[in-house]
């Protein structure tokens, strides 16, 4: 499996907007859900959003819903995640996925390739 790749992170204020893109040269990429996560420091990664494979039916963590936004463009093998108004609490690692399935989910176990991931930090 090829392993996406992160990009886009960094430092921002608390209210600043940041957007996260992920890369993959896999053939069947527009054949699975994409999702991301995130995890900070001394907590358990979690699921942040998630996209079909068509792009329909986003599924985002409530902590985000309306501040993020996941997208993908199938013809470029990309996933994007805009991230507005963010917190110190969005403080995190976060990690690009590519699901066993077509629709999304919030179960890391149902993702099967992971990147390195791209640290995003909101100062207050």
């Known amino acids: 499996q090829v392993q996406p790749a992160e990009s886009g992170g960094g430092l921002v204020q608390a209210g600043g907007s940041l957007r996260l893109s992920c890369a993959t040269s896999e053939r069947t990429f527009s054949l699975y859900a994409m999702g991301w996560f995130r995890q900070a420091p001394g907590k358990e990664r979690e699921f942040v959003a998630g996209?079909?494979?068509?792009?329909?039916?986003?599924l985002y963590k409530d902590a985000v819903k309306g501040r993020f936004t996941i997208s993908r463009d199938n013809a470029k093998n990309m996933v994007y995640l805009q991230m507005n108004s963010l917190k110190p609490e969005d403080t995190a690692v976060y990690y690009c996925?590519?699901?066993?399935?077509?629709?999304?989910?919030?179960?890391?176990?149902?993702?099967?390739?992971w990147g390195q991931g791209t640290q995003v930090t909101v100062s207050s």
């Open positions: 996209i079909s494979a068509g792009g329909f039916n986003p």
């Open positions: 996925a590519r699901s066993r399935y077509t629709s999304p989910s919030d179960r890391s176990s149902d993702f099967s390739s």
